[in-house]
């Protein structure tokens, strides 16, 4: 079975940074997939945070994080990353990576999906 796999979530003060992971197994040909991180707060809509193309060229981000996170893969290590710098307490949530195949970036994001997702990692921001 396809397996995602989320790591480096924690808690953090304002202003600090984190860095995401989310390594796949079993996934064939894991570089023909769009991937990409999506948050989920209690008692709200989840939203698509950040998504990349399948060839790592384009990229989505909710106007939000721009400029503070940083989505990026290593397609030899089948792992996704979210860079995520100078955090808000309006960052907290439950962030989950996702991979659907070939799937552009801005669609990818734009909806939760019937998509390959992770059990997710939580991130606490304090202010």
């Known amino acids: 079975d396809v397996q995602l796999v989320e790591s480096g979530g924690g808690l953090v003060q304002a202003g600090g940074s984190l860095r995401l992971s989310c390594t796949a197994s079993?996934?064939?040909?894991?570089?023909?997939?769009?991937v990409g991180w999506f948050r989920k707060v209690p008692g709200k809509e989840g939203e698509g945070v950040s998504c990349?193309?399948?060839?790592?060229?384009?990229?989505y981000y909710l106007n939000s994080v721009k400029g503070r996170f940083t989505i990026s893969r290593d397609n030899a290590k089948n792992t996704l990353y979210l860079q995520m710098d100078n955090l808000k307490p309006e960052d907290t949530g439950m962030y989950y990576c996702?991979?659907?195949?070939?799937?552009?970036?801005?669609?990818?994001?734009?909806?939760?999906?019937?998509?390959?997702w992770g059990q997710g990692t939580q991130v606490n921001v304090s202010s």
């Open positions: 996702a991979a659907d195949f070939r799937m552009n970036p801005f669609h990818l994001c734009r909806q939760w999906g019937d998509y390959y």
């Open positions: 079993e996934l064939p040909a894991f570089d023909d997939y769009g």
């Open positions: 990349l193309s399948w060839n790592g060229i384009s990229t």
